[in-house]
């Protein structure tokens, strides 16, 4: 059965970090562009951070210099650290992985940035 289960979210304070884990069972995640999609309240999701098979990423504008992606195809699993959160990055926070006409989702983890 394929499955994406992440981790690590919680309540942090503005300026905190918080790292995102993703575990993938059923599928090997090597082959797979992985990404961290994030869906605030009243909001569309949209994409955070993707990784491509050769380890290259991408970010979206508002927080490249802050998170940073990276995946363990070993362990099978994905990460996403974030820096110097802003309450605006307030979300839930979902695993995505993509090939083809595969496209896998998560459950999503509540990350919450308040004071």
């Known amino acids: 059965q394929v499955q994406l289960v992440e981790s690590g979210g919680g309540l942090v304070q503005p300026g905190g970090s918080l790292r995102l884990s993703c575990a993938a069972s059923?599928?090997?995640?090597?082959?797979?562009?992985m990404g961290w999609y994030r869906q605030a309240p009243g909001k569309q999701r949209e994409l955070v951070a993707r990784?491509?098979?050769?380890?290259?990423?991408n970010y979206a504008d508002s927080v490249k210099g802050r998170f940073s992606i990276s995946r363990d195809n070993a362990k099978n699993t994905v990460a996403l650290q974030m820096n110097s959160l802003k309450p605006e990055d307030t979300a839930v926070y979902y695993c995505n992985a993509l090939l083809n006409g595969n496209d896998y989702w998560g459950k999503g983890t509540l990350v919450t940035v308040s004071s």
């Open positions: 990784v491509f098979t050769g380890g290259f990423p």
């Open positions: 059923g599928f090997r995640l090597s082959s797979y562009v």
